[in-house]
């Protein structure tokens, strides 16, 4: 593996589209990306969720989780999806990440995903984009 060079970071986001059949249109556990390795060391420093699709359905709420490992793993940020939040499109919502303990903060090996808990209302219909946006120290090639 590549040492790190002495010349801070950078950012890089992840985008993830989340259409509503499947996930938001449901109250059952549902895996977005299980296990996804990253194959670099970084460190989640912000999720955003963007609507993408106008959330409808009385009252509609999803749990999305993201988490270091498998479905099971370290929750490491978590965000509530409601249609009270999504009735425009590109409109911009931040979840909360965790840092307790280095729960964001992911090696070479460490894996990523992304869940929807159990629960919640079902929406009628909706439609998300998820930026996970990680800190990833500079290496050098040598």
Known sequence: MPRFAPFGYNRITLAITIPGVGYL????QANVAVSKTLGFA????????????VGVGAGGSRVLNVRKGNA??????????AVATQGTLGVVNA?????????NKFLDSDTL????ATGGTTY???????????????QNAY
């Open 25 to 28: 249109i449901s109250t059952s």
């Open 124 to 138: 009628s219909a909706g439609g998300l984009e998820l930026l996970l946006t990680f800190r990833v120290r500079n």
């Open 95 to 103: 979840g909360t990440i965790t840092t307790a303990n280095g729960a």
């Open 42 to 53: 970084a460190e989640l420093e912000k999720m955003d969720v963007v609507t993408t699709t």
């Open 72 to 81: 099971t793993g370290t929750l490491c940020g978590t965000a509530t999806i």
């Open 113 to 116: 995903t992304v869940e929807f």
